[in-house]
């Protein structure tokens, strides 16, 4: 069955990877602007990392018949050097423009500190000015509740953010509800040793009926995997999902939310 890969960080895959994607049915990719596994030194390895995602990582996808697409950002991991942030979001319009981006992220709090929040708080300005759609990183589990209402709350003080042109991601049991029943989008996240398990991920979608929720790999430089999504859809099978129910949430709902952007045709 064909789904999307709707938050997957290619620059750190293999060519290989690609190929495996594909063949497990893999139709298109959405590549948010993320950590590089160290902290860049400047806004130019920035302004590379951009034509990277924008112009290089297409090419590599499309070689085995997927759509690349990306989202731009400076990552809450390298918020707190206010300056390189300030400079790195200048060269953030320049590049709207082009035919991948889907909009900003992604962005959101590691730390919930006070730097990250002013910077999340600056790029969601950007979306607001340039009428982007938002994809948000929540921090990891010690702090997520509390970050998570932080982005809500912060969020919610933009007039013109619609929050269905939200996504929240890395929900899990203990914030879905609080992202949902605020009117934004949510995002589950697999990965093997932690956020969400393909179990756990089919508990959260049988409780809210699969409603503005998507799943996805977030794979990256650490350990993830690249066929999360897939393997997922083969657990929701052998529960009694039907292929209508795993579409809906494989397909249609990363497709619904990206179509808002104007660039997604699938």
């Not at 300005?125 to 759609?133: P, R, T, V």
């Amino acid at each position: 069955m064909q789904y999307i890969e709707p938050h997957g960080h290619m620059v750190s895959r293999v060519t290989d990877d690609y190929e495996r994607m594909a063949i497990a049915g893999c139709e298109a990719i959405c590549e948010p602007a993320f950590w590089a596994g160290f902290d860049r030194a400047s806004a130019q390895g920035f302004y590379d990392y951009f034509r990277q995602i924008t112009e290089y990582e297409p090419k590599r996808a499309a070689r085995f018949g997927i759509r690349h697409y990306c989202w731009l950002c400076i990552n809450p991991k390298e918020a707190e050097d206010m300056q390189l942030a300030e400079e790195v979001m200048d060269l953030i319009p320049q590049f709207l423009d082009r035919p991948g981006v889907l909009g900003i992220g992604e962005i959101g709090l590691n730390k919930n500190s006070r730097n990250e929040l002013r910077i999340f708080e600056k790029h969601v300005q950007i979306a607001q000015d340039h009428g982007q759609l938002i994809l948000v990183h929540t921090p990891h589990l010690e702090d997520k509740l509390k970050g998570t209402r932080l982005i809500v709350d912060a969020l919610k003080n933009f007039s013109g953010i619609d929050p269905s042109r939200v996504i929240i991601d890395h929900v899990e049991e203990h914030t879905i509800d609080h992202v949902l029943d605020q009117g934004f989008w949510a995002g589950i996240t697999l990965y093997p040793e932690s956020k969400a398990t393909p179990a756990r991920a089919i508990d959260m979608f049988e409780s809210r009926q699969g409603e503005r929720i998507w799943m996805n790999s977030a794979c990256d430089w650490g350990v993830s995997d690249p066929l999360a999504v897939p393997k997922t859809m083969q657990s929701m099978r052998l529960r009694g999902w039907s292929d209508e129910m795993v579409r809906k949430v494989a397909w249609e709902n990363p497709a619904t939310f990206m179509r808002q952007s104007g660039k997604f045709p699938l």
